[in-house]
């Protein structure tokens, strides 16, 4: 993959940054369908008790300058397994009936998915975040996913892969993760490529069509 450059951090204009990833994922509200199978009856993705979003400290100070819909997260002790690299925050917001859609933070913004590096270092796509497989409508759907909402998501991780190489190396750590953990269950790893199609990861890295 040709590394690109760009002059200034991709997050130092949140404003352009997110108007570049602001698409559904999906034309179907996965929202109203992960709702109903959960019992405080509001998505997984938004609920504070499965999900705790993660924000960058450049998502922090453009919150706080222009929106009351986030605050430090208050919740319970958060669990080990939870422990954040440095540059991520925990927070959270007023909830989804108060959403803003405009305000939403990066994590909610790709959330099922996460940026898929492979073990040679290349950013193929959009990998699935596995704790959420028995949550999340979208595992069983993700035909639905929509071609520009996976265009976005990997524009927008290129250019912040350019200038943050921390966080590439961040995502390329989670990605490992999850190819041990999907190796411990014997199930391969589905991705969506950015070649448009989608995959399924054996051990090794080797790709096989579902």
């Avoid at 200034?8 to 559904?24: C, G, I, M, Q, R």
């Avoid at 959270?92 to 305000?103: I, T």
């Avoid at 520009?148 to 250019?159: G, H, S």
């Amino acid at each position: 993959m040709v590394k690109l450059s760009f002059p200034v951090s991709p997050l130092s204009d949140l404003k352009t940054l997110y108007a570049k990833f602001n698409l559904p994922i999906s034309s179907v509200d996965c929202g109203e369908k992960c709702r109903l199978n959960n019992p405080n009856g509001v998505p997984f993705c938004c609920d504070i008790h499965y999900a705790i979003p993660a924000v960058y400290p450049q998502e922090k100070a453009y919150f706080k300058t222009n929106t009351e819909l986030w605050f430090d997260y208050q919740g319970a002790a958060i669990p080990d397994e939870l422990d954040l690299p440095e540059n991520l925050l925990f927070m959270q917001c007023l909830g989804a009936s108060r959403c803003q859609r405009e305000f939403r933070s990066l994590s909610c913004r790709q959330f099922p998915f996460y940026p898929y590096v492979t073990s040679d270092y290349r950013f193929l796509g959009l990998g699935l975040e596995w704790e959420f497989k028995d949550k999340c409508w979208i595992f069983e759907n993700v035909r639905l996913v929509s071609p520009d909402y996976r265009y976005q998501f990997i524009q927008v991780y290129d250019e912040i892969f350019a200038f943050h190489q921390e966080i590439f190396d961040n995502y390329a750590e989670h990605s490992a993760i999850a190819r041990k953990i999907h190796a411990g269950i014997g199930e391969n790893l589905l991705l969506l490529h950015r070649n448009g199609r989608n995959y399924r990861l054996k051990t090794g890295n080797n790709l096989r069509m579902p």
